[in-house]
């Protein structure tokens, strides 16, 4: 993976320090990464949730999951 | 120390798209899936497990979900201490495994929304890695996790990109922790793959996934025959 370097105003970096103290992130930037991650997934999640829930799809897919002793 | 990181339905061609080096490591390949009529979770963890196939007598079996080996049929038994978190076929916690699969049978109800299903997928993951990750720090000759977020959260959306990343980077994070505290050998390795089903659910597909974090060719190993691989590990 190829990393950039982005600016952030200090104070709040300041904060986010505070705030990783005791959580599993080894640094600020691993933090940052993290939420600004959430952040796209949780847009491209709404985009998601209008992904069709098609009718037959889902027969097929019940289908496969009671074959495989899911259902 | 060996570590074995089971991922249910961890798809080879998700590693790569999704650039998971850690989960890819030194070696990785296929496993071939050919022995069994359908890649059933419990039927090939147990092959896994016992070194033969087991697709019989699980089917046999009257409940397959709560089919269990005796650990002296397994390869844990050439471990003084070993730990097994949740794998099925031998320690799965079968009311979890039941819940989700009510969760499921919800959703097609109409009683369970997605996000539900998820959830319940998603608070089960953090308890197996919080147990997963005491047992590395253990006295353990083999430690074993089983994580099946992938497995579940694809069934219902395999085909939301944005959500499938964000479950193998997780999964990534894991075998970079393992990798990290350099235990010994980790091997990474799923029950069988996943292909999409339409445009939003998930199939299981006929092949799985290994990876070593050294240099190996196994060549495209049946289920069965990473009890032998483990021994030489
Ligand atoms: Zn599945």
Redesign the pocket.
Known sequence: MAFTTVSIPKELAGKAKRRIRGTGFHSLSAYVTYILRQVLVSAELRKGKTKAFSREDEAELRKR?KA?G?I | MIAVLGI??LEASCVKKFGCRNLSQESCGATDLSGFSEPR?VVIWSSFLSGRNTEREVLASKDMWGFRLDAKDTFFSAFERFSAIDVPGFSQDVAQHKREREALKGFFGKKVTVEEYDAIALEWHKKVREEFFSALEGDYGLVMGYF?AI??V??LSFGVEGKMRMLYDEMDGIAGKVRAMGKGPLLVVSD?G?KPLGSRY?D?SESGFWSLNSRKDLGMPKPEDFARIIASL
């Open positions: 999951l495989m899911y | 249910d339905a979770t099946d497995d579940l694809g069934h069988h996943m998930g299981h």
